[in-house]
């Protein structure tokens, strides 16, 4: 059930901060997550199918990504990672890539997103 | 037959976009900069050819899937030493930050500059260079923590896959 958490999260932070990015919010969630769990033990992996209980160890960030969301301190996140790309630079680049170079307003009404 | 060629076009828009919104970070890096991370994979050229029908030989060229401005790092290859670049911005007050790393397994890691301070919305660029220091395709993690006088905390998980030193 880590979606539906998650994205009320980012509902959160959008909320506090409506100037946040897509990118800035993935940023705020993932720099501020704690690889411990609420028992203040690190979080664990299990490695095999068979008593998975049994074969545990330290999860990588393979396993857990960042490591647990810590909402309030996404709310807080100090620094941001953020992409100086607004969204209208990004689908041109998109259409020059994919048929040469158009200008976003000729098409926008019929791009879905 | 310039309908035709529209109709075709906006397929392969959607196509594109639904591809990149299945990361939204990877919503704001582009297509060829995934295909790059892809392709960088050791071996991954079959998979990427079965999946996405794009041909390897076209994405070996200048990004690096590492480039992308994420609040992690990830090389699939590391070959001797490799820079990656990532801009952080002060969303908060006036802060000191000082940094902290932990190096994956067959990795030297340095970061720089090691301590700085930033304004309310200044931005700083922090350089990471990777050497490789013994020849691995296991993967290997490490950390770098940012840790600001006002509290702040930033984490950055690291992870490099395939080594190559000298």
């Known amino acids: ?113 | 037959m310039e309908i035709l060629i529209f109709q075709k076009f906006q397929q392969r828009l959607q196509y594109r976009l639904d591809l990149n919104c299945v990361n939204f970070n990877f919503l704001f890096v582009g297509y060829d900069d995934y295909m790059s991370f892809l392709c960088g994979i050791n071996g991954s050229a079959s998979t990427v050819l079965d999946y996405t029908g794009q041909n390897c030989l076209n994405f070996n060229s200048t990004g690096y899937g590492s480039d992308l401005n994420l609040p992690s790092i990830t090389i699939a290859r590391l070959n001797q030493s490799r820079v990656v670049q990532r801009t952080l911005q002060n969303i908060a007050e006036n802060e000191t930050y000082s940094v902290g790393w932990s190096s994956p397994y067959g990795v030297s890691v340095k970061v720089s500059p090691t301590r700085f301070s930033l304004a309310n919305g200044e931005r700083q660029v922090l350089s990471v260079i990777f050497n490789a220091t013994s020849n691995s395709s296991t993967a290997s993690f490490g950390r770098i923590g940012l840790f600001g006088n006002q509290g702040h905390v930033v984490n950055i998980p690291v992870s490099v896959i395939v080594k190559i030193s000298l």
Request: proline share 8%; charged share 10%; aromatic share 10%.
């Open chain 1, 1 to 113: 059930m880590a979606a539906p958490h998650v994205a009320g999260l980012a509902a959160l932070i959008k909320q506090k901060f409506p100037n946040f990015s897509p990118a800035a919010i993935g940023s705020a969630l993932s720099t501020t997550a704690s690889l411990y769990d609420n028992s203040g033990k690190p979080i664990m992996a299990q490695r095999s199918y068979p008593s998975p209980e049994l074969n545990q160890s330290p999860a990588t960030p393979f396993d857990m990504g960042s490591g647990f969301v810590n909402a309030t301190a996404a709310l807080n996140p100090g620094l941001l990672f953020d992409s100086s790309k607004s969204l209208n630079e990004l689908l041109n680049h998109y259409i020059y890539n994919v048929y040469g170079n158009f200008n976003i307003s000729e098409i926008s009404t019929t791009v879905a997103v």
